[in-house]
T-cell receptor, first 112, second 115 residues
Framework: AQSVSQHNHHVILSEAASLELGCNYS??????LFWYVQYPGQHLQLLLK??????LVKGIKGFEAEFIKSKFSFNLRKPSVQWSDTAEYFC??????????FGSGTRLSIRP | GAVVSQHPSRVICKSGTSVKIECRSL??????MFWYRQFPKQSLMLMAT?????????EQGVEKDKFLINHASLTLSTLTVTSAHPEDSSFYIC???????????FGEGSRLTVL
């Protein structure tokens, strides 16, 4: 069965700091990987996704993620965060069964 | 992007009653819809996968007789919480996709409070 682990539960950064949120998955076959963001009071939005090809994926709002197959990882990065990036971030994986399983989420708080 | 709408956004009911939550894809045909449950400060837990015209596939531990899912058309899926109890209080989120490999779009969620 597929599973997703996000090790950082709450990350606090100052504006302009660099961000890296960890995501590891467990699944033996081909996977599709996603990062979703949930801003306060809003519904989930897709930040970026990896299906195949270049393992470095660029998403919206300056976010990117790198798929490292040997490490079963798909970490999210942003070189310089803004206060508006304050949100909950979810990593998700889809295996062969079409269903998408979410990680426990990482709450990102940005100090202005 | 595509829009998925849920209704109602908030519902309060008495213990023992049944509540229906609708999930509609407004500008695309959703061959597959997923229902998730989100507890406060926790992640989304997949409850079931629903394909249009077929019976829903429930995740382990989810009572299919309690959480009735109907996906009668390509734009509408409903989740009915039957004989609701306080422990069913939660945030229920639906998502929809046009098919395998397509993007998943989320509804705004429905907060159920059972008194």
């Amino acid at each position: 069965a597929q599973s997703v682990s996000q090790h950082n539960h709450h990350v606090i950064l100052s504006e302009a700091a660099s961000l890296e949120l960890g995501c590891n998955y467990s699944y033996g076959g081909t996977v599709n990987l996603f990062w979703y963001v949930q801003y306060p009071g809003q519904h989930l939005q897709l930040l970026l996704k990896y299906f195949s090809g270049d393992p470095l994926v660029k998403g919206i709002k300056g976010f990117e993620a790198e798929f490292i197959k040997s490490k079963f990882s798909f970490n999210l990065r942003k070189p310089s965060v803004q206060w508006s990036d304050t949100a909950e971030y979810f990593c998700a994986v889809k295996g062969s069964a079409s269903k998408i399983i979410f990680g426990s989420g990482t709450r990102l708080s940005i100090r202005p | 992007g595509a829009v998925v709408s849920q209704h109602p956004s908030r519902v309060i009911c008495k213990s023992g009653t049944s509540v229906k939550i609708e999930c509609r894809s407004l500008d695309f045909q959703a061959t597959t819809m997923f229902w998730y449950r989100q507890f406060p400060k926790q992640s989304l837990m997949l409850m079931a996968t629903s394909n249009e015209g077929s019976k829903a596939t429930y995740e382990q531990g989810v009572e299919k007789d309690k959480f009735l899912i109907n996906h009668a058309s390509l734009t509408l899926s409903t989740l009915t919480v039957t004989s609701a109890h306080p422990e069913d209080s939660s945030f229920y989120i639906c998502s929809a996709t046009q098919g395998a490999g397509a993007e998943l779009f989320f509804g705004e969620g429905s907060r159920l409070t059972v008194l």
